[in-house]
């Protein structure tokens, strides 16, 4: 049963991701709203995909940029190579590995230590660079991203390949969809924003959707974020109630403070 005393939570990361943590809520007794802020897409043209991710063999090590990565690649991937390190940010991904059979147990799986900050940077710090160097590096990810990884890694002389795995696209609302919107800021909700891309286009979708006084609502509202890079965005966008977690659903779900 929900407590009527708590505002529902809002969760806005893509739909495939937002359902099994929105089970996770509403069985701890907390309203749990799902509204996707990004789409992903498949690729319209998947052949250089298949083809790449056909000899994965050929690469010392394969980074995937997020659970969408992992989950658009293993769609052509029959088994992994276990002689190919797989390097991955949080414990999304782990667990997105670990649903297509690939663990510890059976592959060299790198990823940062700090729990609590889990980007790029500190990938790179847990990454032996000396063994990657002169080798092939494959870094799976949207058809956009940040390049800070594969230019870290060239500089360390490694060959570095990207690949796009997937898209990424901003919901379009319809009148029923953005009143819906509207009646999520009317009242105090709790909102879990897993990307600054999407924390980005809420704002331009309730601006859109209602103007600047919607917008100012929904700077109101409390954030809940597993990352410091996306709490700097929404300070940047006039947020002051952020809450930042970690890495992993467990760690968000803790943040919302659930009772007996």
Partial sequence: MTDARLPPVVITRPLTQARPLAERLRAAGRDA?????????????????????????EYAMVAFVSP??????????????????????GEGSRAALASYGVTPANAHIISPANRQRTDSQTLLEVLDIDALRGKRVLIIRG????????DALRLQGIEVEQLAAYRR????????????????????????????????????LVGTAAGSAA????????????????????RSL???WIVE???????????????A
């Fill in 143 to 150: 058809e956009t991203g940040r390049e800070l990884l594969a």
């Fill in 238 to 240: 006039g947020f002051q």
């Fill in 33 to 57: 709203v799902v509204f996707p802020l990004l789409e992903i897409r498949p690729l319209e043209d998947q052949g250089r995909l298949r083809t790449i991710l056909s000899r994965l063999e």
């Fill in 68 to 89: 969408n990565a992992i989950d658009a690649a293993f769609a052509h991937i029959a088994a992994w190579p276990a002689q190919v390190a797989v390097a991955v940010m």
């Fill in 215 to 234: 917008v100012v609502k929904m700077q109101q509202q409390r954030l809940i974020v597993p990352h410091v890079r996306i709490a700097e965005t929404a």
């Fill in 169 to 204: 696209v901003a919901p379009h609302l319809d009148p029923a969809g953005q009143q819906g919107l509207l009646t999520l800021i009317e009242f105090e909700s709790e909102w879990i924003i897993t990307s600054s891309e999407a924390l980005r286009i809420l704002i331009d």
């Fill in 245 to 259: 977690t970690g890495s992993g659903d467990d760690q968000l779900i803790a943040a919302l403070q659930f009772h």
